[in-house]
């Protein structure tokens, strides 16, 4: 390989959110990488700290042009430049969108288990969660949508909006043609708007491509904002810059205005040159990256039917996050995360912090080098062993 995915890079006393943790203890939680950001992105970074100068900055049109050129390539999506919107991050875009294009009081459907911070975006904003639970069959381990319940609460006259997660977190899985296009069209029918947050999109298991919601169709193209960001398959989250994706020219316009008014939509020093760096120049390093990941998701697979039979492993297709099923322990489901972690100082995210129905389950973050993986497996066959 090209690149390093395999050392490691002490990030304690960094300020890292994800390693302020104790001396003992192994975080797998929070959904940032532990790898190094890749050396043409760094490159771009020293260019712009050297000019010395951090003042307001404008949108370049080569960020635009880096966009369209990479969806194209890699999605198959004809995008346009004037789809696109800046913003300084998915969750800032979301929360304001849902403050525009819905009122106090009203329903936004999200698909349970589902990443957490929806839940803020939506509750922290005065408007209602409404729960379509993806339906789970232990037998393999696998999840669907029930499509009984999703029209119905789509028909609701008080669900104005649904949160899409494309490709899923936290169960990695990519959504097919079939099903997007059948979102889309129940969603139009009952008039409810369709926010897609596809930030793991670029994270998807060699051979496997995820399918942009607006291309599916007509409906979902005329119907949906789009949420992107290099942030997650880079490893650039600090660095604030993300994009909306939408066709309509009225949602658009809407969206423009929300960002506007909550001043997300204005880029630091930073925010372009590494964005324009990863789509151009960083194909490769994410290609191994991908590749390294898929090795990593197979050693968990594997280790856990072999070691831990207790637990279940869901197959993921997509992102660096694995969701683990431990619903057969005795253990209680909400506790088990913190037991894990009293007695191995291993930190994994407790399932039920993404909806009801993620009790029992926990979701470990693999984005890291492989002995810390490897470590981390260890600490979770110990701290199994409590539970049982």
């Known amino acids: 390989m090209k690149y390093d995915f395999d050392t490691v890079t002490n990030r304690r006393n960094t300020d890292s959110l994800k390693w302020r943790v104790r001396e003992n203890e192994l975080p797998m939680w929070v959904a940032d990488m532990d790898f190094q950001a890749a050396p043409e992105i760094r490159e771009a970074i020293q260019k712009q700290l050297d000019h010395g100068v951090f003042g307001y900055s404008c949108i370049p049109k080569e960020w635009y042009t880096s966009i369209m050129d990479w969806w194209g390539i890699r999605h198959g999506l004809?995008?346009?430049?004037d789809w696109?919107?800046?913003?300084?991050?998915?969750?800032?875009?979301?929360?304001?969108?849902?403050?525009?294009?819905?009122?106090?009081?009203?329903?936004?459907?999200?698909?349970?288990?589902?990443?957490?911070?929806?839940?803020?975006?939506i509750l922290n904003n005065g408007r209602n969660v409404l729960e379509n639970r993806l339906l789970y069959d232990p037998d393999t381990a696998s999840y669907h949508i029930d499509w009984d319940d999703l029209e119905k609460k789509l028909a609701d006259p008080q669900t104005s909006m649904m949160i899409l997660c494309n490709p899923h977190n936290p169960i990695g899985k990519i959504w097919d043609?079939?099903?997007?296009?059948?979102?889309?069209?129940l969603c139009l029918k009952h008039h409810v708007i369709v926010i897609s947050d596809e930030i793991h999109c670029d994270i998807t298991e060699p051979g496997r491509d995820y399918i942009p919601f607006i291309s599916v169709s007509?409906?979902?193209?005329?119907?949906?904002?789009?949420?992107?960001?290099?942030?997650?398959?880079?490893?650039?989250?600090?660095?604030?810059?993300?994009?909306?994706?939408i066709p309509d020219e009225f949602l658009r316009h809407k969206v423009w205005r929300a960002l506007n008014t909550d001043e997300a939509a204005e880029p630091n020093s930073f925010a372009a040159?590494?964005?324009?760096?990863?789509?151009?120049?960083?194909?490769?390093?994410?290609?191994?990256?991908?590749?390294?990941?898929?090795?990593?998701?197979?050693?968990?697979?594997?280790?856990?039917?072999?070691?831990?039979?207790?637990?279940?492993?869901?197959?993921?297709?997509?992102?660096?996050?694995?969701?683990l099923d431990g619903t057969g322990l005795a253990q209680p489901g909400e506790k088990l995360g913190s037991l894990i972690r009293k007695k191995t100082g291993l930190y994994l995210a407790d399932g039920s912090a993404y909806g009801a129905s993620g009790r029992g389950f926990l979701r470990m973050n693999i984005a890291c080098p492989r002995s810390l993986v490897e470590d981390g497996l260890q600490r979770l066959k110990t701290g199994i062993a409590f539970a049982i």
């Open 177 to 185: 043609r079939e099903t997007l296009a059948a979102i889309g069209e």
């Open 78 to 81: 004809g995008v346009e430049k």
């Open 218 to 245: 007509e409906a979902c193209r005329r119907n949906s904002i789009t949420c992107i960001s290099p942030t997650k398959a880079f490893n650039l989250a600090g660095l604030h810059s993300a994009a909306m994706m």
């Open 273 to 323: 040159a590494v964005s324009i760096a990863a789509f151009t120049q960083c194909g490769g390093w994410l290609d191994e990256l991908r590749a390294y990941l898929s090795d990593s998701r197979r050693l968990v697979s594997e280790f856990v039917a072999a070691e831990i039979p207790q637990l279940r492993m869901v197959p993921s297709e997509a992102t660096y996050l694995l969701w």
């Open 84 to 121: 696109l919107v800046f913003c300084t991050g998915v969750i800032p875009a979301i929360s304001s969108t849902v403050r525009k294009l819905t009122s106090p009081g009203e329903n936004v459907l999200i698909q349970t288990p589902v990443y957490n911070i929806f839940f803020n975006c």
